[in-house]
């Protein structure tokens, strides 16, 4: 059975930083694309990065040069280091696993998180 556990979300001020993981069990995702998306209180849930299967990053425009996404395929983990975090970055995060190896909008996740709360205040 595939899981993906996600940890390091919390309550961190504007400006702050968070780093976020997700362990992946179950399988290998190591020819895989892996992702993040988040989803805020009364909105859709919406990309925020993805990382294929050579490494090749994707970034929603909002995160850019604020979030990197990594992977490190001998221990099955993804992370999420966000920076400069605003308000507007509040949302549950969630981890994402791809059928595919590389990333595209027209994809959607195989497996997903049960998601990690991020809270930035003013």
């Known amino acids: 059975q595939v899981r993906l556990v996600e940890s390091g979300g919390g309550l961190v001020q504007t400006g702050g930083s968070l780093k976020l993981f997700c362990v992946v069990s179950g399988r290998t995702f190591s020819s895989n694309a892996l992702g993040w998306f988040r989803q805020a209180p009364g909105k859709e849930r919406e990309f925020v990065a993805a990382i294929s299967w050579a490494r090749t990053t994707y970034y929603a425009e909002s995160v850019k040069d604020r979030f990197t996404i990594s992977r490190d395929n001998a221990k099955n983990t993804q992370y999420l280091q966000m920076n400069s975090l605003k308000p507007e970055d509040t949302a549950v995060y969630y981890c994402?696993?791809?059928?595919?190896?590389?990333?595209?909008?027209?994809?959607?996740?195989?497996?997903w998180g049960q998601g990690t709360q991020v809270t930035v205040s003013s």
């Open positions: 994402a696993a791809f059928a595919t190896s590389t990333y595209s909008t027209n994809t959607r996740p195989s497996y």
